[in-house]
């Protein structure tokens, strides 16, 4: 039986939709606290011009002007592929509470695979990660994505 996706994964899927769409890799974010969306954003590198403008981090900036604070104790992340080492730092540093993501990321990814960063001592704060939620779906965008443009 399969369960229904929590709906700020079915958001953050449609994000990721949204960013391929325009050309970007597709990955979506969206930063919840207490079951509410406080911020969601999608991939946007080529948009902006900007090399550190993966949905992980637009997302995370954008919930933290919303709430007025750097530290984003209380909120979850949920993004539909495993966040890299730039990503994964910076949910350190705001101090997400839970990770929720969809597809692994064995080439780039730095939570479940590469530097695994949340499990380093130098690492001062890591949230609960859950892998795996829309994974099928998230791996079926990113797939379909490359091989059009292979």
């Known amino acids: 039986m399969a369960f229904p996706l929590p709906e700020p994964m ?3 899927l449609a994000l990721a939709g949204e960013a391929a ?3 970007e890799v597709p990955v979506g974010a969206v930063v919840t606290r207490g079951g509410s ?3 969601e954003a999608r991939n946007a590198m080529r948009d902006s011009h900007d090399p550190s403008a993966h949905a992980e981090m637009v997302a995370i900036r954008a919930a933290a002007q919303a709430l007025g604070t750097s530290r984003l104790d209380g909120c979850d992340l949920w993004v539909t592929l495993e ?3 730039m990503c994964a730092g910076a949910i350190a540093l705001a101090r997400i509470g839970r990770l929720y993501f969809a597809a ?3 080439k780039g990814g730095a939570v479940v695979n590469g530097p695994r960063l949340f499990t380093q001592p130098t690492c001062h704060h890591a949230p609960e990660v859950y892998p795996g939620i829309g994974e099928a779906e998230a791996a079926e965008m990113l ?8």
């Open 10 to 12: 079915r958001r953050a």
């Open 143 to 150: 797939r379909s994505f490359f091989r059009e443009r292979r």
């Open 37 to 39: 969306i406080v911020a």
């Open 104 to 106: 692994p990321d064995p």
């Open 83 to 85: 966040p890299c080492a």
């Open 21 to 23: 769409a325009a050309g």
